[in-house]
């Protein structure tokens, strides 16, 4: 195997146009895009038309006035189509557990930010954060970080667009995660991990397993939260 050969991309799935399988059409169309490299995907106006080519022709009807605005403006963004795509065919209920869940995501202290990055840009999208202002993005994405990494920022002027400012944070993000620090957090989140984990087998036949409640954050809200509570359709 060639392993300087760029794999191919992923094949872009298709709706039949079914309410009942479009979550998970969704589902594999964020990921898809979130796998594939800019160079593998293409530029942002052949994504925008290979996204279009996703929906039945009936549906592609439904949402033909937001695609030709969006085009006429160059370059269009396609986690907007997602976020539209989401409002016009996805349920209100769906949004909403985005919505929950995007208040209690929260990266370890011992996970990598890239990884973490595209659980965060799914929940964003699928809450209907595409077509937020890049503050709003910004104030979910900060709230969500790592404590220990959001400490590597603070003498750092980090970018106010949401796309400028990813791009800063992965190298800060990796030079902390090859840190002396970042490789203790890992080690004692591993310990903690195996000791739980003998606890729970210990008394697996002596009681319940249990259960804990997400640690919600509501005092560290941004002051534009309530761009959250709008059913629109996957983010310091």
């Known amino acids: 195997m060639d392993r300087g050969k760029k794999r191919k991309p992923m094949t872009w799935p298709k709706w039949n146009g079914q309410p009942e399988s479009f979550h998970f059409y969704l589902d594999r169309l964020v990921f898809k895009y979130n796998t594939d490299e800019e160079e593998v995907n293409g530029n942002n106006n052949v994504v ?33 189509f997602f976020s539209h795509l989401a409002q016009t ?65 603070v003498p750092v002027i980090m970018p106010k667009d949401y796309n400028e400012y990813i791009q800063r944070l992965h190298p800060i993000a990796w030079a902390f995660e090859h840190t002396a620090k970042f490789k203790a957090l890992q080690r004692k989140q591993g310990s903690a991990g195996n000791v739980t984990k003998g606890r729970h087998q210990a008394s697996a036949t002596s009681r319940s397993p249990v259960t804990t409640t997400p640690r919600h954050r509501q005092q560290r809200y941004p002051p534009s939260r309530t761009h959250v509570t709008h059913a629109t359709m996957t983010a310091t």
Do not use: H
């Open 48 to 80: 925008w038309y290979e996204i279009l080519q996703t929906l039945p022709d009936q549906m592609m009807r439904r949402v033909e006035g937001f695609w030709r605005q969006e085009s006429a403006k160059g370059n269009p963004d396609p986690r907007k």
């Open 89 to 153: 065919f996805g349920s209100v209920q769906q949004t909403e557990r985005a919505q929950d869940r995007l208040r209690t995501l929260i990266q370890r202290d011992s996970q990598e930010f890239g990884k973490f990055l595209p659980e965060f840009e799914e929940t964003l999208t699928k809450a209907g954060g595409a077509s937020w202002d890049n503050a709003s993005k910004l104030a979910w994405l900060r709230n969500s970080i790592s404590p220990a990494l959001r400490e590597q920022l």
